[in-house]
């Protein structure tokens, strides 16, 4: 993108704050931040917002390396782990309540939205399954884990099509325009 694509404005907030609003606002009793060193201009954007920052000291490696870094953030005793996108400020609100009820079905240990265009994000994460998180490589998002064993992944139907995420100028542009589909 050239800039700081979590920065960026949308509705007079950051993109950042949107994506994080949207977590707290479902009940998510702990957020971390894991962002890349140099988070103040992050920390900035949420400020007043009840969460925890996380540094990846190598945020460059990949995915992996920030889901790594969070897992081992996580406090004892953490049974589920929520991994949501900061650039994607979008997700209706009715996903995460849907998918922290979907994960109490027996044998389920990954709850997933399916918007009408695929799986997308956030996953809900069982404990059981943090030590496959641990072990992605660097290159690799949680999407591993979640294709690993479909029989253990419990699907939440959403009818909307998948919230954005905001990697190019043309994605941004999109969701700030007149015609954005949220």
């Known amino acids: 993108m050239g800039r700081p694509k979590l920065l960026l404005e949308l509705e007079g907030r950051p993109i950042i704050r949107h994506a994080v609003e949207r977590v707290i606002s479902a009940g998510i009793r702990q957020v971390f931040v894991v962002a890349g060193p140099g988070q103040g201009a992050l920390a900035r954007a949420l400020e007043g917002l009840p969460v925890r920052f996380v540094v990846n000291p190598t945020p460059e490696v990949g995915q992996g390396s920030s889901v790594s870094v969070g897992i081992h953030s996580l406090p004892a005793g953490t049974t589920a782990v929520l991994i949501a996108l900061g650039d994607q400020p979008g997700v209706p609100p ?20 399916r918007y009408a265009d695929g799986l997308g994000n956030p996953v809900l994460f069982a404990a059981s399954v943090f030590p496959e998180m641990l072990a992605l490589p660097g290159d690799r998002g949680a999407r591993a884990v979640v294709e690993r064993d479909p029989s253990r992944l419990a699907v939440v139907d959403i009818r909307s099509r998948m919230p954005r995420d905001i990697d190019t100028p043309e994605d941004y542009e999109s969701l700030s325009g007149p015609d954005d589909p949220r």
Do not use: Q, S
């Not at 009715?94 to 389920?108: F, Q």
């Open 94 to 113: 009715e996903v995460i309540p849907a998918l922290l009820d979907a994960l109490k079905t027996p044998g389920k240990t990954i709850a997933a939205p």
